[in-house]
């Protein structure tokens, strides 16, 4: 990201935490990266339990064909990203919910949903001939060039899904844990779900500004399902993918500012490691126990 003249890491940690926040365009990637990691930490939380992992990466690559398009037509790719997004939600929530359906089978139609938009996506990149360096930065993730317009939409935005989530999320957590019962208590389990897939479609649409569509499952995916394999407990789990979500972001985003290295690599590698480590240390606990007792 930066040549080797740029900032460099010092043993001085309030100089380079200072020179962090010494230029507006690292202020505002700070205060996104926060907005996004909130909500993609609560958002996955939820999509994790329900296993609807597959779902949240294709709707993050759906939004490829939505910024492509934008830009084909002169409009923000922000805002085609999250047109499509969204509609790609739409689409999926609306398709029916046999009692038939295998989870294979819902599987194969997102994979053709995602196999749909991403081809879209690549017709709308031949037949676009200018700079696609706004568009490469919704695939890979950057922090560079966030506006406080941006910034603000962020917030609006991450408020409103998570008040509505806010709203729904006890009918929606029994919902996820068992539909059958839940539907036979009179919860409206295919609401809840169309619902929660437009919030997903929101939160894709938003954590892809900084990880990029490509590296989407590092905030939506990793910090929940460390959370949910260090507790069961709901309120402690979701706690920790929200805390998790947030120190991967601004881990990432200080390597990034003092490396050449894309800001997406660094949250990706970072979520990773904290995911194996939760993984790995009960089996390394569990082998010790057992060699002390032998």
Do not use: K
């Not at 081809?119 to 990149?125: E, I, K, P, Q, Y």
Request: some cysteine; hydrophobic content about 60%.
């Amino acid at each position: 990201m930066f040549a080797a003249s740029g900032p460099q890491l010092t043993w001085d940690l309030v100089r380079d935490i200072r020179q962090l926040f010494e230029f507006p365009f690292m202020v505002n990637a700070f205060r996104a990266g926060s907005i996004v990691a909130v909500t993609a930490g609560l958002i996955g939380w939820f999509m994790v339990l329900r296993r609807q992992t597959f779902a949240g990466h294709t709707l993050a690559l759906v939004g490829f064909p939505g910024a492509a398009g934008a830009v084909l037509l002169g409009v923000s790719a922000h805002v085609g990203f999250y047109a499509f997004c969204v509609t790609a939600a739409l689409v999926i929530a609306a398709l029916p919910q046999s009692g038939g359906r295998t989870f294979s089978e819902e599987s194969a139609i997102i994979g053709t949903v995602q196999a749909f938009g991403l081809a879209c996506g690549f017709l709308f990149v031949s037949l676009y001939r200018g700079n696609l360096n706004g568009i490469n930065a919704l695939l890979f993730g950057s922090f560079l060039g966030i506006t406080t317009g941006q910034v603000l939409t962020l917030l609006l935005l991450g408020a409103a899904t998570l008040t509505v989530l806010g709203f729904i999320a006890r009918p929606l957590l029994f919902a996820s844990v068992d539909p059958d019962v839940a539907a036979a208590r009179g919860v409206p389990v295919r609401i809840l779900s169309g619902a929660f897939l437009v919030l997903l479609g929101v939160a894709a649409a938003a954590t892809s500004q900084i990880t990029g569509a490509l590296l989407v499952f590092a905030l939506l995916v990793l910090p929940a399902a460390t959370a949910q394999s260090v507790t069961t407990r709901p309120a402690r789990s979701a706690a920790l993918s929200v805390g998790l979500a947030l120190a991967v972001t601004w881990l990432g985003l200080t390597l990034a500012y003092y490396s050449r290295y894309p800001i997406g690599f660094y949250v990706t590698s970072i979520a990773f490691a904290a995911y194996v480590a939760a993984n790995v240390a009960p089996w390394v606990a569990g082998r010790r126990a057992g060699a002390a007792v032998a």
